[in-house]
């Protein structure tokens, strides 16, 4: 179904070869893509997931990026989308890392199995030499049987040699044993890369219609393939005896909780300068206050006014308040944009130097007490940019579980960097006492909420098993490329969303119905919080836009206190509309309805409590 | 003993992974049953992290209670 989908996106033709890259994660893939084209580059989001496939010419033939897999199977998302493009290929260029030859020739050995022509490029040879690592890179092609180039992609050297090679790629010695168990089977399958996958219980390979006597045996084969890639690896791989380098010690560092604890908040502190300082109030004040409601908007609202009549419901849709082509436009492109490009880039710099999987173990066992496992850090941190775009993400997790976990606590306890900015804004000039109770109770409902679900819901959630690998220092250019990427696809996901969102608005507000909801919350919002009856606007607000409802409440008059109440009310109330949208499409209906009645009582009972403990 | 038992720089023997599928991931990552391993971190109440050559895996505390080792 979904190769359809992507084939119609390549428009393959039958003269045409497809050049797949393959490889394991971050060795250096989207740098050879961009050495080895240099036409424009498309990227299509592979259906029903949040991957998405670069695509350009290479010569006469296709070339395809896939995303970076331990092993050709169906774990996850990239796995399956990561298959899906390697059986289709005609040839793969498969980049290995020199400096981690025994994990990424079992995806070697396992493409070699499958019978596709293969290229290997053995990538980054420099940082290898440097860490004492040498590689026969001779042999190593006379054993696996096929062209071997040792290559330094960043430094472009060894890509003309790969694109030569390609004429010579070869389907190389596939391992002895697997070949006898894939004889039986040779005819029953379209190809043997299917019959292969197929033994190892593949649940994209379907049974074969003719009877199949063949045991399937997935953990048969990998043993078989992982024993043949170790003797391999002891045939061309020569290490010099060093010390403990700069880079092993700092990673045992930031592993360790006396070490690792302080160097994961001094990057946390480095995010908030670049992010909440540079990024929002520097770009975003450009952007959004300069660019968009200075020039975009007026320029607007002027052409609707003219095309529609004043007043009217279209023109209140298009350009009015929560207008289609003002509003939205200006938040999505002006606001959000900048602030979710900002997370990409930090995180990007996480990833490619190797500290995310670190600070995946170090957080795990709190997120184990939540239902969760280290990976969750990942969702949960670019919660803090955008929550909508966050819950895209949480697709990459384990279990329904602790999808449904995530989704919650993003829904509840996590404040976004629109709202965190206003937030900040209004908590500083309370004092740092204040500041601390407010990230002590957020934090506090975060925690308890993620302990609660862990207790109530059935099931239990999957282990941490993550691969370390060698710190380095991340390019520029590979990390620019890669917040492109995600920033475009967050971009061509959430704006739906958003417009959707706004559209649901403006219709509540031209039928008065939000006059009506937020008549409703005055009284809770009154008495129960003890805050400015006014302030139920701002919470109505929150649902439109989550900073909206927190600079509804800058206006108001309210001592020191009740601003704490009313910031950590507006916190955990409902998400913004968009990431409703969002939760309802990811998750089930009922798990939306449940996240968002759970918000309205997290943000009113913690909220109340708090206004009793104040003494309001 | 389990993986969970180990202490930072013991070497040890993999005798068997209990969960099929961690087991199947493990091989890819080089780590399966009769193999040396070193622990070279544990996270107090957290994950344990072991390096096989250059292969370090963090394994979660879960995970790290149903792996059976013995000492190299």
Request: aromatic share 6%.
């Amino acid at each position: 179904m979904a190769i359809m989908q992507i084939n119609k996106a390549l428009i393959k033709q039958p003269n045409k070869k497809t050049i797949v890259l393959a490889g394991n994660p971050n060795v250096g893939k989207s740098v050879f893509f961009n050495a080895l084209t240099n036409r424009y580059v498309e990227v299509s989001n592979f259906p029903g997931t949040t991957v998405d496939i670069s695509h350009s010419a290479l010569g006469d033939d296709l070339l395809l990026d896939t995303p970076g897999i331990y092993g050709v199977s169906s774990f996850n998302d990239e796995e399956k989308v990561a298959r899906d493009v390697i059986l289709q290929a005609d040839v793969v260029i498969n980049i290995v890392n020199a400096l981690h030859l025994e994990r990424d020739l079992f995806l070697t050995q396992q493409l070699i199995d499958m019978g596709i022509p293969l290229v290997v490029a053995l990538n980054m040879m420099d940082e290898a030499r440097q860490n004492g690592i040498q590689i026969d890179h001779q042999t190593l092609e006379r054993e696996l049987g096929v062209p071997v180039i040792p290559t330094v992609a960043v430094e472009g050297k060894g890509i003309e040699e790969i694109k030569a090679a390609l004429a010579g790629a070869a389907q190389g010695n596939r391992v002895p044993r697997i070949a006898d168990l894939l004889a039986p089977l040779r005819d029953c399958f379209p190809s043997v890369a299917e019959a292969l996958l197929y033994l190892e219980e593949d649940p994209s390979v379907k049974s074969p219609r003719t009877a199949v006597k063949a045991e399937r045996r997935q953990e048969e084969i990998y043993l078989i393939r992982r024993r043949r890639v170790n003797e391999i690896v002891n045939a061309v791989v020569k290490e010099s005896a060093e010390g403990a380098s700069f880079a092993a010690r700092l990673g045992q560092m930031m592993l360790r909780i006396s070490t690792g604890l302080p160097i994961l908040l001094l990057s946390l502190v480095a995010m908030y300068y670049f992010i909440g300082v540079f990024i929002a109030q520097v770009v975003v004040v450009f952007t959004e206050k300069v660019v968009m409601e200075g020039y975009y908007a007026p320029l607007v609202e002027g052409l609707v006014e003219r095309l529609f009549a004043p007043g009217s419901v279209t023109a209140y849709i298009l350009a009015g308040e929560y207008g289609l082509f003002t509003m939205t436009v200006v938040y999505l492109l002006g606001l959000l944009m900048p602030l979710v490009a900002g997370f990409y880039f930090s995180l990007s710099i996480m990833e490619d130097s190797g500290y995310l999987p670190r600070v995946a173990t170090l957080m795990d066992r709190l997120l184990v007490k939540m239902g969760l496992n280290g990976r969750a850090i990942i969702p949960i941190i670019l919660g803090l940019g955008c929550v909508t775009m966050a819950t895209i993400t949480t697709r990459l997790l384990g279990s329904k579980r602790e999808r449904i976990i995530a989704t919650a606590l993003l829904g509840i306890a996590i404040p976004c960097s629109a709202q965190l900015g206003v937030i900040f804004g209004m908590v500083a000039p309370l004092g740092p006492g204040y500041l601390v109770l407010y990230l002590a109770t957020v934090g506090a409902v975060f925690v308890g909420l993620g302990v609660i679900m862990e207790k109530v819901l059935p099931g239990r959630s999957t282990d941490l098993l993550i691969d370390l690998p060698v710190l380095r220092v991340p390019r520029l250019g590979n990390i620019l490329r890669k917040t492109y990427v995600r920033t475009v696809h967050f971009i061509k996901e959430a704006a739906p969303l958003f417009v959707v969102g706004a559209v649901l608005i403006s219709l509540l507000h031209i039928s008065g119905l939000l006059q009506k909801i937020q008549d409703l919350f005055r009284p809770l919002v009154n008495s129960w919080l003890g805050l400015p009856p006014e302030a139920s606007t701002a919470f109505i607000m929150g649902i439109v836009r989550r900073d909206f409802g927190a600079a509804g409440l800058y206006a108001l008059p309210m001592a020191a206190g009740q601003t704490l109440v009313a910031l950590v009310a507006i916190t955990l109330f409902v998400p913004c509309i968009a990431s409703i949208l969002v939760i309802l499409k990811e998750r089930s209906a009922k798990d939306g309805l449940l996240i968002w009645v759970g918000s309205f009582i997290a943000a009113f009972l913690v909220g109340g409590l708090l206004a009793r403990v104040m003494g309001i | 003993m389990t993986l969970e038992q180990a202490k930072t720089g013991d070497r040890l023997i993999v005798k068997n992974i209990s969960d099929p599928q961690m087991r199947v991931k493990a091989i890819r990552f080089g780590v399966m049953e009769g193999v040396e391993v070193t622990c070279t971190e544990k996270l107090p109440y957290g994950p344990v992290v072991i390096r096989r050559g250059r292969q370090e895996l963090a394994v979660g505390r879960g995970l790290a209670r149903r792996i059976i080792v013995e000492p190299a």
